[in-house]
């Protein structure tokens, strides 16, 4: 049972292009998250989905755009990097029993030159 | 923004002592939630605290929560150097059925406890 798990780990851009960040969960949960979390700024919500084919606006959702194609994957796409976009982007689950409590991965470090 | 505020933005002490941190937010809760950061990692949920709570204990952790002061505070006991890491509050984002799961996160408090 891998939990929440991200790809990749490591990423540097150039401004301008595109990447796309994977979340996959293997614990059958409805709601996934996508956070981005910088020095001093705690953890903002970019975007969430409540179920397969479903996907909404969150605090910061500028620049970024996401697909839920599958209920396991969570997908992150940046069309076009900025560097006010290098920060650690975190992925998170839960479901309706577990509202309260969300399940982070390990997190990618991006870097926008 | 929603975020709250948590105080200190930084810890440091002694194998053995005592840390508190603390938390307000801005909004009506009907739960506030800890979780943990070490250093690279992601966030690992330690304990939930309903707002008709005052009082909750899990191990070396104590949680209290006031609503009508809008604070929390988090009670390390004993801490050990494995200790080490951010703290952040969090509550949930949006009214009841609507929230989804979303939560509102604290600024964080970095512990740092020398062995």
């Known amino acids: 049972n891998a939990g929440v798990t991200q790809t990749p780990k490591f990423r540097v851009l150039k401004t301008g292009q595109s990447m796309t960040l994977l979340c996959a969960q293997d614990m059958n949960h409805e709601y996934m998250y996508w956070y981005r979390q910088d020095p001093g700024m705690g953890l903002r919500l970019i975007h969430y989905s409540v179920g397969e084919g479903t996907t909404a606006k969150g605090e910061v959702p500028d620049g970024y755009n996401v697909s839920r194609l599958k209920k396991q994957n969570f997908l992150l796409g940046l069309e076009s990097a900025a560097p006010s976009q290098t920060s650690v982007y975190f992925c998170?689950?839960?479901?309706?029993?577990?509202?309260?409590?969300?399940?982070f991965g390990p997190g990618t470090r991006l870097t926008v030159l | 923004s929603q975020q709250g505020e948590e105080d200190p933005q930084a810890l440091s002490i002694q194998e053995g002592e005592n840390a508190t941190m603390n938390c307000s937010y801005k909004t009506s809760i009907n739960n506030l939630q800890w979780y943990r950061q070490n250093s690279g990692r992601g966030l690992v949920h330690l304990i939930l605290i309903r707002s008709n709570e005052r009082e909750k204990h899990s191990g070396r952790l104590r949680v209290t929560l006031d609503t009508s002061k809008k604070s929390s505070s988090l009670l390390i006991t004993a801490s050990r150097a494995a200790d080490t890491a951010s703290y952040f509050c969090?509550?949930?984002?949006?009214?009841?059925?609507?929230?989804?799961?979303?939560?509102?996160f604290g600024q964080g408090t970095i512990l740092t406890v020398h062995p």
């Open positions: 969090a509550h949930p984002r949006g009214a009841g059925g609507t929230s989804y799961g979303k939560l509102t």
């Open positions: 998170a689950s839960t479901d309706r029993r577990r509202l309260n409590e969300q399940f």
